[in-house]
């Protein structure tokens, strides 16, 4: 027969194995955390196949986006690229005079084309 002493032992060793089993369990999820790189070729491959081709053609090496390069609006069937969130290795200029190029292109029958390109204010 168990002894009170040896009881309270044995639940709180069973206690410290439980809660050192969940930290590291905790810790492995919280090191599967991925990095969002704000300058991001991902970005790019996510564009539809048509708007992809024309940006990279826009740059020499391959082009990187941050968070709000292409934003849609109309139920995705208007996509506004804005061209201060593109880096293109550093030899393309989009901006001048504080303002920047925008190219909005429409979606018909399943594709999108380029509807206008002009230069907007830098800061939207």
């Known amino acids: 027969m168990w002894t009170f002493h040896s ?4 639940i709180a060793a ?5 809660l050192l089993c969940n930290q590291t369990h905790a810790l492995a999820r919280g090191s599967q955390v991925g990095h ?7 970005r ?5 196949p048509e708007v992809r081709t024309a ?15 292409a934003t849609y609006i109309d139920n995705s ?6 061209f201060e969130h593109l880096h293109c290795g550093g030899q393309a200029t989009f901006c001048r005079e504080g303002t920047c190029l925008r190219q909005e292109y429409v979606s018909t029958g399943g594709h999108y084309r380029l509807k206008k390109t002009y230069y907007g204010r830098n800061n939207d």
């Open 7 to 10: 009881r309270i032992s044995a």
């Open 77 to 82: 069937h208007v996509m506004k690229l804005h």
């Open 36 to 42: 969002d790189d704000p300058w991001n070729s991902e």
């Open 44 to 48: 790019i491959d996510r564009l539809p």
């Open 55 to 69: 940006v990279i053609r826009m740059c020499r090496d391959p082009p990187r986006a941050g968070h709000y390069f």
């Open 14 to 18: 069973g206690t410290v194995v439980l």
